[in-house]
T-cell receptor, first 114, second 112 residues
Framework: KAGVTQTPRYLIKTRGQQVTLSCSPI?????VSWYQQTPGQGLQFLFE???????NKGNFPGRFSGRQFSNSRSEMNVSTLELGDSALYLC?????????????FGQGTRLTVV | AQSVTQLGSHVSVSEGALVLLRCNYS??????LFWYVQYPNQGLQLLLK??????LVKGINGFEAEFKKSETSFHLTKPSAHMSDAAEYFC??????????FGAGTRLTVKP
């Protein structure tokens, strides 16, 4: 069974640009969550989608958005990039939504903003 | 809202020594607790989780953790460290909102 796939693995963007990251969950998983990981802030929750609906949202500005498609694949978009958006963005999928559900993580997309 | 505190951002042990990584949580409802490991340039991999039932939880790679409600702790241990255990370890808590919160992480170094 294929794991969680995130594309691209590495990305370099310029300040002010926008970026779209993609996440393909494990087959059959309907919940997808996104996290931002930085050395200073650690792992921070961005948002969670389940059956194409955003269920939870972390404390991030509106420049960060996401969506989920009917096949459970998810994308996150960051507009008007800032230097501080440089981070490893991790996607995690779960079979369903619920507080005891294990999350399976992808390898992440490392975004560098210059 | 729930939260997690990991005591010690860096822990160094000798190969064969006991590994103890500390995690304390705060939650207004009975929590579900997790330990994840992250190797360089990789995502997170689940080591073990506590949901309900037995408070001593065994995970992969010889790790285990004990849920102590009275101490609001969920410390991770391994009797004998291997070089391959060098990684970053994250404790996480989840409640009924399914909003998983992670600790800041503890980087484990294993000396030969």
């Amino acid at each position: 069974k294929a794991g969680v796939t995130q594309t691209p693995r590495y990305l370099i963007k310029t300040r002010g640009q926008q970026v779209t990251l993609s996440c393909s969950p494990i087959s059959g998983h309907r919940s997808v969550s996104w996290y931002q990981q930085t050395p200073g802030q650690g792992l921070q929750f961005l948002f969670e989608y389940f059956s194409e609906t955003q269920r939870n949202k972390g404390n991030f500005p509106g420049r960060f958005s996401g969506r989920q498609f009917s096949n459970s694949r998810s994308e996150m978009n960051v507009s008007t990039l800032e230097l501080g958006d440089s981070a490893l963005y991790l996607c995690a999928s779960s079979p369903s939504t619920g507080w005891n559900t294990e999350a399976f993580f992808g390898q992440g997309t490392r975004l560098t903003v210059v | 809202a729930q939260s997690v505190t990991q005591l010690g951002s860096h822990v160094s042990v000798s190969e064969g020594a006991l590994v103890l990584l500390r995690c304390n949580y705060s939650s207004s409802v009975p929590p579900y607790l997790f330990w994840y490991v992250q190797y360089p340039n990789q995502g997170l991999q689940l080591l073990l989780k506590y949901t309900t039932g037995a408070t001593l939880v065994k995970g992969i790679n010889g790790f285990e953790a004990e849920f102590k409600k009275s101490e609001t702790s969920f410390h991770l241990t391994k009797p004998s460290a291997h070089m391959s255990d060098a990684a970053e370890y994250f404790c996480a808590v989840s409640d009924h909102n399914n909003d998983m919160r992670f600790g800041a992480g503890t980087r484990l170094t294993v000396k030969p």
